[in-house]
């Protein structure tokens, strides 16, 4: 079955520090490939996302993701992380139809 | 514009209340979405609304009824719940069912 992996349910770093949050989906075929926030109490709001053309996707908030194909993956990186960058992070896949598969959440800590 | 609404934002109801919650989207998008959402879990596919037909039922229990009653809007009929149903419901919506979803703020749900 088609599947997402999010390594790490939870991740804490340092103001100031990389963020580094790993994303890998298992299939052959490439899916289109997304990267949400959760802010606590509130829904889901769009990161990034790849769907076709260049690799490497740049979002809001600093955020940009790779896709590497060969890899299987859509990492999210940050250089320096902010204090309201503390959040839960989803990635998700779709292949079509109207079903986007979830990953299991990645909850980012970020000390000062 | 990518605004999804939901209303309202809370919503405390007993076993034997009917209450209905509310999306709403003006981007002239065609696919709207129902998702479930427990603490710490990423969010679960409920129904699929594409072109105002459902498309997509992902075996949720008939006390969950879902209307569209046009492209802009999608209801989400509650009757008879579970304690166990508590929880953030999320409404999203894309172009078709093939792109991008946009979630709205969602629906914290208590049934007593």
Same mark, same amino acid.
């Given at each position: ?34 990267? #949400? ?5 509130? *829904?889901?709001?769009? =990161? ?8 490497? %996707? @740049? ?29 839960? #992070? ?5 292949? *079509?139809?109207?079903? =986007? ?8 800590? %970020? @000390?000062? | ?112």
């Amino acid at each position: 079955a088609q599947s997402v992996t999010q390594l790490g349910s939870h991740v804490s770093v340092s103001e100031g520090a990389l963020v580094l949050l790993r994303c890998n989906y298992s299939s052959s075929v490439p899916p289109y490939l997304f990267w #949400y926030v959760q802010y606590p109490n509130q *829904g889901l709001q769009l =990161l990034l996302k790849y769907t076709t053309g260049a690799t490497l %996707v @740049k979002g809001i908030n600093g955020f940009e993701a790779e896709f590497k194909k060969s890899e299987t993956s859509f990492h999210l990186t940050k250089p320096s992380a902010h204090m309201s960058d503390a959040a839960e #992070y989803f990635c998700a896949v779709t292949w *079509g139809g109207g079903k =986007l598969i979830f990953g299991q959440g990645t909850e980012l800590s %970020v @000390k000062p | 514009d990518t605004e999804v609404t939901q209303t309202p934002k809370h919503l405390v109801m007993g076993m034997t209340n009917k209450k209905s919650l509310k999306c709403e989207q003006h981007m002239g998008h065609r696919a709207m979405y129902w998702y479930k959402q427990k603490a710490k879990k990423p969010p679960e596919l409920m129904f699929v609304y594409s072109y105002e037909k459902l498309s997509i039922n992902e075996s949720v229990p008939s006390r969950f009824s879902p209307e569209c009653p046009n492209s802009s809007l999608l209801n989400l009929h509650l009757h008879a719940l579970q304690p166990e149903d508590s929880a953030l419901y999320l409404c999203a919506s894309s172009q078709d069912g093939q792109e991008t979803q946009y979630f709205g703020p969602g629906t914290r749900l208590l049934v007593l």
